[in-house]
């Protein structure tokens, strides 16, 4: 079975520079069957370069998910906020292998190629792909290993339904947590108060990136992490 399609991916701030980036990309699913067992490889090229970083923060440790996004060209990072960064290519070969264990089990593998930096030059090291590798990993086995996690048909129906609200009621659901996640950003000293952007600034967010943070929030809530949103509130915003 082969599938192809395009993807839109929206990343969380970098664990090196804080920088956070959108771009698409052109994904190949490949599921075959070998000696009895079952195979995945996905094929993930990057579609033109992707826009222009941005300061982003991880608030407290990574593992807790919660981060701050200002929508702001740049690095967080001190000496680098004058940074006008982009990931020029991307190119990733995924496998997945069934183990024949008593326990349903998958074995992975994972391949990446990336050339990120300003002014046409790269500046991705090799021990930060390889860092950004070992994080995805270990939240993608959070995830899939998690016994909370929702069925497919859960998850498609929360985004459904985040995605046919109201432009108000989603906007000041996202302002809420933006709120929550300036707070935080503030109270650990990554950002200074002058420094967060303006209630009004809400309007200019895509609705694509409202939704996917909180899908994230919804994540959280699902297999039982700390939400920024507190869990009746986010259930009456889907179920309304």
């Given at each position: ?54 300061k982003?923060?991880i ?13 702001e ?16 290519d ?8 069934e ?8 074995r ?31 939240n ?17 129906s929360?985004y459904q ?49 409202i ?30």
């Amino acid at each position: 079975v082969v599938i192809r399609g395009m993807q839109h991916d929206a990343i969380t701030p970098d664990l090196t520079t804080g920088v956070y980036y959108e771009y698409d990309l052109q994904r190949t699913f490949i599921l075959l069957s070998h000696k009895g067992k079952q195979v995945l490889i996905t094929i993930s090229k990057q579609v033109d370069k992707s826009n222009i970083g941005k300061k982003g923060v991880i608030i407290g440790k990574d593992d807790e998910w919660n981060y701050y996004y200002s929508n702001e060209p740049g690095s967080a990072k001190t000496g680098l906020g004058w940074v006008k960064s982009y990931i020029y290519d991307f190119f990733s070969v995924g496998v997945y292998v069934e183990v024949g264990t008593s326990q349903p089990m998958v074995r992975s593998g994972m391949f990446q190629w990336i050339r990120a930096g300003w002014s046409g030059i790269n500046f991705a090291p090799t021990e930060h792909i390889i860092i950004g590798m070992k994080r995805y990993a270990r939240n993608f086995r959070l995830i899939m290993e998690s016994p909370k996690l929702p069925s497919v048909e859960q998850i498609a129906s929360v985004y459904q339904r985040l995605a046919a609200l109201p432009s108000y009621d989603l906007k000041q659901k996202y302002a809420a947590l933006q709120q929550a996640q300036k707070s935080l950003a503030v109270q650990s000293g990554k950002i200074r108060e002058g420094q967060t952007k303006k209630t009004d600034a809400y309007d200019k967010i895509p609705k694509e990136q409202i939704i996917e943070e909180l899908m994230l929030e919804y994540f959280k809530i699902a297999i039982g992490k700390n939400s920024l949103i507190e869990k009746k509130q986010f259930l009456a915003l889907i179920d309304s």
